[in-house]
């Protein structure tokens, strides 16, 4: 029966350039002991999702990220399984960045890789940010900015993230 099926469902596509019901489909994917979405190349619902670590601030002040209490928002296009969101609390950078949207960032860069980016910062305090990352005064120490809030001069930045996507509330 399964040879059956599978002739016929090959047949469908190529001779006759039909595209298979989705019962055929799930009929060979129970064959082949695996999924329609497999198939398909569909990634599963579990990988649709990514931790919300908390907040980053834009103004505000907000200290470190911890596990967000498990939450999940969900994943943007292409994400990775290192990609993971913070939402802005604060108004220093609009209009490029409101309060409430989500942030997705899927890997940690020094500061000098991301000069005159925005991206999300962790201060050596352990806030963190969305900011502008500029040059400081002296090697090692940088001066984040915003689009309508004073500078930050001369911090240490442990690290700067660049921003994979954006979801306005």
């Given at each position: ?111 000098h890789e991301m ?16 900011k502008t990352i ?36």
């Open positions: 029966m399964a040879a059956g099926l599978g002739n016929t469902f090959v047949r469908d596509m190529l001779e006759r350039s039909r595209v298979p019901s989705i019962d055929k489909f799930a009929k060979i994917a129970k064959v082949l002991d695996t999924t329609v979405a497999d198939l398909l190349g569909e990634q599963p619902d579990a990988q649709r999702f990514v931790p919300l670590m908390g907040y980053v601030g834009a103004g505000q002040a907000v200290y470190p990220i911890d596990d967000g209490g498990g939450e999940m928002a969900e994943a943007p296009p292409e994400a990775s399984e290192s990609t993971v969101a913070v939402r802005i609390k604060g108004d220093s950078m609009l209009p490029a960045f409101e309060d409430g949207w989500l942030l997705y960032y899927s890997r940690h860069l020094p500061p000069i005159n980016r925005r991206c999300v910062v962790q201060l050596a305090d352990g806030r963190i940010l969305v500029r040059r400081g005064a002296a090697q090692d120490v940088w001066t984040l900015t915003s689009t309508n809030a004073a500078d930050i001069e001369d911090v240490v930045v442990e690290w700067a993230a660049p921003i994979d996507w954006i979801r306005p509330r």
